[in-house]
Nanobody, 124 residues
Framework: QVQLVESGGGSVQTGDSLTLSCAAS????????MGWFRQAPGKERELAAA????????YYIDSVKGRFTISRDKDKNAVYLQMDSLKPEDTAVYYC?????????????????WGQGTQVTVSS
């Protein structure tokens, strides 16, 4: 079992930056792919960014490419999402998630463990 706890959300202005953190516990967290999903009001949840279990591969949805950076620190049991040049359309609840099967990276968006989410609000 893996427990995930997000932090770092908040209210910012257009063009500002935020860093979301996800604290992971349980084993074998280090073997799981990790992702940041987001869900805006009235919209479906989408995978915004993901990083493979070994950190060698990353994925970004087109709308955040060049602005968001996902990273993981195995020593700190943490995953981060650095968000720069934020836009109002980035407003959403952001969820940290873990994917058990390392070979599903880039193949499946099905994730097995979820955090409770953190709100990000970007005003114009």
């Amino acid at each position: 079992q893996v427990q995930l706890v997000e932090s770092g959300g908040g209210s910012v202005q257009t063009g500002d930056s935020l860093t979301l953190s996800c604290a992971a516990s349980g084993r074998p967290w280090g073997l799981f792919n990790m992702g940041w999903f987001r869900q805006a009001p009235g919209k479906e949840r989408e995978l915004a960014a993901a990083i493979a279990y070994n950190g060698d591969s990353t994925y970004y949805i087109d709308s955040v490419k060049g602005r968001f950076t996902i990273s993981r620190d195995k020593d700190k049991n943490a995953v981060y999402l650095q968000m720069d040049s934020l836009k109002p359309e980035d407003t959403a609840v952001y969820y940290c998630a873990a994917q058990k099967n390392p070979f599903s990276f880039g193949v499946s968006t099905r994730y097995d463990f979820w955090g409770q989410g953190t709100q990000v609000t970007v005003s114009s």
